[in-house]
């Protein structure tokens, strides 16, 4: 084994030790301190020789392997002075005299060999310039006789001296290529506690065997999470080093690189000969040579911003194993992509506490309670964790504690210091967006935290205020999902991409910190000109900066209020003439309509969220009749009055969502006339209403419903028997409604019918025979539909049909369909069973 390696390893512990004995060994306090010192001077030195990735001639080695015999030595005289009781005074003054004799010994071979050293290594960076610049004329001359077009009136030195485009940090070609890289004690802390098993993970990727092939695997997480320290870490891995045999690159991209230069300062490290002119003008000879090389590198990109930064600096040579750092995930480029976790509450302390207090944990002349509070606030995130820790540093006043962990809730900055490193840097995730997706980035801060996001609110109102289709609003959510800026819970992105899945059952999440960023970039304007004015946390009132400017109108196209009960006496007169979305959060039995609704003349989608534990009763619905642009109704966990026989019309209305609602009351017995209330009512959801028993008839008067979604709703026992009029209808989504047996025979006559749900519809007995008259279904799902034994045999004319998802029982069935139905896939869907809906 390397003797270089090894004595670079023993003398950290010979330091270590050595500090013991100088507290514990009184009597040999002296010449520990003197061997200490030794030590430590020749440490640097072991270093560098160990991280030059040079392998020693063989008399050096043998030197060096002197020394480390020597340090043993130190070591195992310093563990026993440590340990030597107080009392043998014998004892210690031997070890004493012992440790004397080995600093003596060191002290002549530094002086005896290093100067030796250093000519040798003198003389061996004159035989490598020597040798390179034999190469590099080499180079020239060949270059000449292929082509005197191909040489450029470049200096030769110009592509060393140039600085690399875009780096954001100066990063030595010495440091890079031997990874001399510097780790503040902080940064190891949040790689120790906080990501040794994505230290792990990303490890297991690198050295996973490939053969001869080149490979990319990839670090992402949002802003601050740890990526780039993470990244270090692993390029200081003694693991990875050797696996690597040293050859570990770390470059910097950032987002406006000179790519040309960093390819051809990574051509040239890599490959050992310099390139002349542009990396597009190497020679077709010099890059076959360079395929057939097979020695492992390791390639570290950081801050990576674009797919084509990872297109054009992926080098495909055998062995060569990219590791791209980035904010966004690259699906299509990269198949191994590790997501970076946040840290745990305990390993959040410890590193909040290095920063601010210089100690491991939170020292007792503290509140500890107020620190942990801010520490919360900070959800886990290191860059914010080492941001607002060094904006409290030296802060003992529990007021000003108090107020940083109030002004940390209500998503402003604690001090100058926090917007400018931790909001703004964050920042520039956002900024590179294109200017439709930031719009929509900044939407996300108008709902709570610590909630989830219903995916249907938040795609209808992307395409309401931002003349988005439905696959464009998608193509948003995928996007900002890439690049980590929102977090689809559980399998959604697969769900929601498909054709006929129901987006009231899917959610996303977003970092508390993500949030506050979309509020602070929205606040950047004065409170009367906000495109978003929201309140960033649930109050007893709305905010006094509201009530202080509400003489004047107000310029927002989003307004989300978040509150307790809110009575008529709590609200006060507000004009919103842009108004276009209006979210209604709050936790109470009953709510009193805001009155500046009637001001909102423009509203086009309003939801109201109830995030009490039983469903609330309204007050002054009168404010509905005054909303002329209303598309879009979401209710959640309200209760439904009686529907009045006459209203006035909602012409534009389009969606109705009723989520955990109670209905029962509102439906019994009601005779108005739907058709008339609705005229344009294209798509109905009803979920997790489980007192809803039956559907009023009057449903099937409004024939300009296209989708129906009825889920969860556990007392439901039949649909209505004119189910059949609804001749626009496209999408029948009745599913996870046990108490249903039957579909009415009317359904079959919807010539217009695409798609068909009826899973975990566990008591469903049979489907109606004249099931092939719906000439247009394309797909059925029927999973967990425990009862049913067989199918309509006139399943032959349902020659538009495309796909089944069906349990094994069936799938024997419709697999002999297959014969008569050409374009058939019968699916057997696996079990899954979900208990997500009910966290909250």
């Not at 080995?102 to 020597?130: C, T, Y």
């Not at 209020?561 to 276009?580: I, L, N, Q, R």
């Not at 008259?773 to 999973?783: P, Q, V």
């Given at each position: 084994?390397?003797?270089?390696?090894?004595?670079?390893?023993?003398?950290p512990?010979?330091?270590?030790?050595?500090?013991?004995?100088?507290?514990?060994?009184?009597?040999?306090?002296?010449?520990?301190?003197?061997l200490?010192?030794?030590?430590?001077?020749?440490?640097?030195?072991?270093?560098?020789?160990?991280?030059?990735?040079?392998?020693?001639?063989?008399?050096?080695?043998?030197?060096?392997?002197?020394?480390?015999?020597?340090?043993?030595?130190?070591?195992?005289?310093?563990r026993?002075?440590?340990?030597?009781?107080?009392?043998?005074?014998?004892?210690?003054?031997?070890?004493?005299?012992?440790?004397?004799?080995?600093?003596?010994?060191i002290g002549?071979?530094?002086?005896?060999?290093?100067?030796?050293?250093?000519?040798?290594?003198?003389h061996?960076?004159?035989?490598?310039?020597?040798q390179?610049?034999?190469?590099?004329?080499?180079?020239?001359?060949?270059?000449?006789?292929?082509?005197?077009?191909?040489?450029?009136?470049?200096?030769?030195?110009?592509?060393?001296?140039?600085?690399?485009?875009?780096?954001?940090?100066?990063?030595?070609?010495?440091?890079?290529?031997f990874?001399?890289?510097?780790?503040?004690?902080?940064?190891?802390?949040?790689?120790?506690?906080?990501?040794?098993?994505?230290?792990?993970?990303?490890?297991?990727?690198?050295?996973?065997?490939?053969?001869?092939?080149?490979?990319?695997?990839?670090?992402?997480?949002?802003?601050?999470?740890?990526?780039?320290?993470?990244?270090?870490?692993?390029?200081r891995?003694?693991?990875?080093?050797?696996?690597?045999?040293?050859?570990?690159?770390?470059?910097?991209v950032?987002?406006?690189?000179?790519?040309?230069?960093?390819?051809?300062?990574?051509?040239?490290?890599?490959t050992g000969?310099?390139?002349?002119?542009?990396?597009?003008?190497?020679?077709?000879?010099?890059?076959?040579?360079?395929?057939?090389?097979?020695?492992?590198?390791?390639?570290?990109?950081?801050?990576i911003w674009?797919?084509?930064?990872?297109?054009?600096?992926?080098?495909?040579?055998p062995?060569?194993?990219?590791?791209?750092?980035?904010?966004?995930?690259?699906?299509?480029?990269?198949?191994?992509?590790?997501?970076?976790?946040?840290?745990?509450?305990?390993?959040?302390?410890?590193?909040?506490?290095?920063?601010?207090?210089?100690?491991?944990?939170?020292?007792?002349?503290?509140?500890?309670?107020l620190?942990?509070?801010?520490?919360?606030?900070?959800?886990g995130?290191?860059?914010?964790?080492?941001?607002v820790?060094?904006?409290?540093?030296?802060?003992?006043?529990?007021?000003?504690?108090?107020?940083?962990?109030?002004?940390l809730?209500?998503?402003?900055?604690?001090?100058d210091?926090?917007?400018?490193?931790?909001?703004?840097?964050?920042?520039?995730?956002?900024?590179?967006?294109s200017?439709?997706?930031?719009?929509?980035?900044?939407?996300?801060?108008?709902?709570?935290?610590?909630?989830k996001i219903p995916?249907?609110?938040?795609?209808?109102?992307?395409?309401?205020?931002?003349d988005?289709?439905?696959?464009?609003?998608?193509?948003?959510?995928?996007?900002?999902?890439?690049?980590?800026?929102?977090?689809?819970?559980?399998?959604?992105?697969?769900?929601?991409?498909?054709?006929?899945?129901?987006?009231?059952?899917?959610?996303?999440?977003?970092?508390?910190?993500?949030?506050?960023?979309?509020?602070?970039?929205?606040n950047?304007?004065?409170v009367?000109s906000?495109?978003?004015?929201?309140?960033?946390?649930?109050?007893?009132?709305?905010?006094?900066?509201?009530?202080?400017?509400?003489h004047?109108?107000?310029?927002?196209?989003?307004?989300?209020?978040?509150?307790?009960?809110?009575?008529?006496?709590?609200w006060?007169?507000?004009?919103?003439?842009?108004?276009?979305?209006?979210?209604l959060?709050?936790?109470?039995?009953?709510?009193?309509?805001?009155?500046?609704?009637?001001?909102?003349?423009?509203l086009?989608?309003?939801?109201?969220?109830?995030?009490?534990?039983?469903?609330?009763?309204?007050?002054?619905?009168?404010?509905?009749?005054?909303?002329?642009?209303?598309?879009?109704?979401?209710?959640?966990?309200?209760?439904?009055?009686?529907?009045?026989?006459?209203?006035?019309?909602?012409?534009?209305?389009?969606?109705?969502?009723?989520?955990?609602?109670?209905?029962?009351?509102?439906?019994?017995?009601?005779?108005?006339?739907?058709?008339?209330?609705?005229?344009?009512?294209?798509?109905?959801?009803?979920?997790?209403?489980?007192?809803?028993k039956?559907?009023?008839?009057?449903?099937?008067?409004?024939?300009?419903?296209?989708?129906?979604?009825?889920?969860?709703?556990h007392?439901?026992?039949?649909?209505?028997?004119?189910?059949?009029?609804?001749?626009?209808?496209?999408?029948?989504?009745?599913y996870?409604?046990?108490?249903?047996?039957?579909?009415?025979?009317?359904?079959?006559?919807l010539?217009?019918?695409?798609?068909?749900?009826?899973?975990?519809?566990?008591?469903?007995?049979n489907?109606?025979?004249?099931l092939?008259?719906?000439?247009s279904?394309?797909?059925?799902?029927?999973?967990?539909?425990?009862?049913?034994?067989?199918?309509?045999?006139?399943?032959?004319?349902?020659?538009?049909?495309?796909?089944?998802?069906?349990?094994e029982?069936?799938?024997?069935?419709?697999?002999?369909?297959?014969?008569?139905i050409?374009?058939?896939?019968?699916?057997v869907?696996?079990?899954?069973?979900?208990?997500?809906?009910?966290?909250?």
């Amino acid at each position: 084994m390397d003797s270089s390696l090894i004595t670079s390893e023993i003398v950290p512990e010979v330091a270590k030790e050595l500090i013991k004995a100088i507290r514990r060994a009184y009597a040999c306090r002296s010449i520990a301190e003197q061997l200490k010192q030794t030590v430590d001077g020749i440490l640097p030195i072991v270093q560098e020789i160990r991280y030059s990735g040079v392998e020693l001639p063989q008399t050096r080695q043998s030197q060096m392997s002197e020394l480390a015999n020597q340090l043993r030595l130190a070591l195992e005289l310093a563990r026993k002075a440590s340990q030597s009781p107080r009392w043998n005074v014998y004892r210690s003054v031997q070890l004493a005299k012992k440790m004397e004799k080995v600093d003596r010994w060191i002290g002549k071979w530094i002086e005896r060999q290093m100067p030796a050293h250093a000519l040798a290594d003198v003389h061996q960076l004159r035989v490598e310039s020597d040798q390179r610049m034999a190469k590099m004329e080499r180079r020239i001359e060949d270059l000449a006789a292929l082509s005197p077009m191909a040489v450029c009136p470049v200096a030769v030195g110009s592509v060393v001296g140039e600085q690399k485009g875009g780096i954001g940090m100066d990063v030595m070609i010495m440091e890079e290529q031997f990874g001399v890289m510097g780790s503040t004690k902080e940064e190891e802390l949040v790689v120790g506690a906080g990501a040794r098993v994505g230290k792990e993970r990303v490890k297991e990727m690198l050295m996973r065997e490939r053969g001869e092939k080149w490979g990319i695997v990839g670090i992402s997480g949002i802003g601050g999470s740890g990526k780039t320290t993470l990244a270090r870490e692993i390029s200081r891995d003694l693991e990875i080093r050797a696996f690597f045999k040293d050859r570990i690159y770390f470059e910097t991209v950032s987002q406006s690189p000179n790519l040309e230069t960093l390819k051809m300062n990574l051509w040239e490290k890599i490959t050992g000969n310099m390139v002349i002119g542009t990396y597009n003008q190497i020679p077709e000879w010099q890059l076959q040579l360079t395929q057939n090389k097979k020695v492992p590198v390791l390639v570290v990109l950081d801050d990576i911003w674009d797919s084509s930064q990872i297109e054009d600096l992926t080098l495909k040579i055998p062995s060569c194993i990219t590791l791209v750092v980035s904010r966004s995930k690259y699906p299509t480029l990269i198949l191994d992509t590790y997501e970076m976790e946040l840290l745990e509450e305990e390993a959040a302390l410890s590193l909040f506490s290095r920063v601010a207090f210089e100690l491991d944990t939170i020292p007792a002349t503290a509140d500890k309670k107020l620190v942990k509070q801010v520490v919360a606030e900070c959800k886990g995130l290191p860059l914010a964790l080492k941001v607002v820790a060094a904006s409290m540093r030296g802060q003992s006043s529990p007021k000003m504690w108090a107020g940083a962990r109030n002004r940390l809730t209500r998503a402003e900055s604690i001090s100058d210091p926090h917007e400018t490193r931790l909001l703004e840097r964050m920042a520039a995730s956002v900024d590179f967006l294109s200017r439709k997706v930031r719009e929509c980035f900044l939407d996300l801060g108008s709902f709570p935290e610590d909630k989830k996001i219903p995916l249907a609110v938040l795609m209808n109102l992307w395409m309401d205020i931002h003349d988005l289709d439905e696959e464009d609003a998608y193509a948003v959510l995928v996007e900002l999902s890439n690049k980590n800026l929102l977090t689809l819970v559980k399998d959604a992105q697969n769900r929601a991409g498909d054709l006929y899945t129901s987006y009231s059952e899917l959610s996303v999440t977003q970092h508390d910190v993500l949030r506050d960023l979309a509020i602070h970039i929205g606040n950047r304007e004065p409170v009367n000109s906000r495109r978003q004015l929201v309140m960033p946390r649930r109050e007893n009132a709305l905010p006094r900066e509201w009530e202080r400017n509400k003489h004047q109108k107000f310029d927002a196209q989003t307004v989300s209020v978040h509150t307790g009960e809110m009575k008529e006496s709590d609200w006060f007169e507000m004009c919103f003439p842009e108004a276009e979305v209006l979210i209604l959060n709050f936790s109470s039995s009953t709510y009193y309509l805001p009155p500046f609704i009637a001001t909102m003349q423009n509203l086009k989608t309003l939801v109201l969220i109830n995030h009490g534990t039983s469903c609330a009763t309204l007050e002054n619905l009168s404010t509905f009749t005054t909303l002329p642009e209303l598309r879009n109704l979401w209710l959640e966990k309200i209760r439904l009055p009686p529907l009045p026989k006459t209203t006035i019309p909602l012409k534009s209305l389009r969606k109705i969502s009723l989520v955990q609602c109670e209905l029962n009351n509102s439906l019994k017995g009601s005779t108005m006339d739907l058709a008339m209330t609705f005229p344009r009512l294209s798509d109905l959801t009803i979920d997790h209403c489980i007192d809803l028993k039956e559907i009023p008839s009057s449903i099937c008067e409004v024939t300009s419903l296209a989708s129906i979604t009825i889920s969860n709703c556990h007392d439901l026992t039949e649909l209505p028997y004119e189910l059949g009029k609804l001749s626009s209808l496209e999408i029948l989504r009745v599913y996870a409604c046990p108490a249903l047996r039957w579909l009415p025979q009317s359904i079959c006559g919807l010539k217009r019918l695409k798609y068909l749900d009826i899973s975990q519809c566990i008591n469903m007995r049979n489907l109606p025979e004249e099931l092939g008259r719906l000439i247009s279904l394309e797909k059925i799902d029927m999973r967990e539909c425990s009862q049913l034994r067989s199918i309509p045999r006139s399943y032959s004319s349902l020659k538009s049909l495309g796909h089944v998802v069906c349990d094994e029982e069936l799938a024997s069935l419709w697999k002999e369909a297959e014969r008569e139905i050409p374009d058939l896939r019968v699916q057997v869907a696996e079990e899954c069973y979900n208990l997500d809906w009910i966290v909250e």
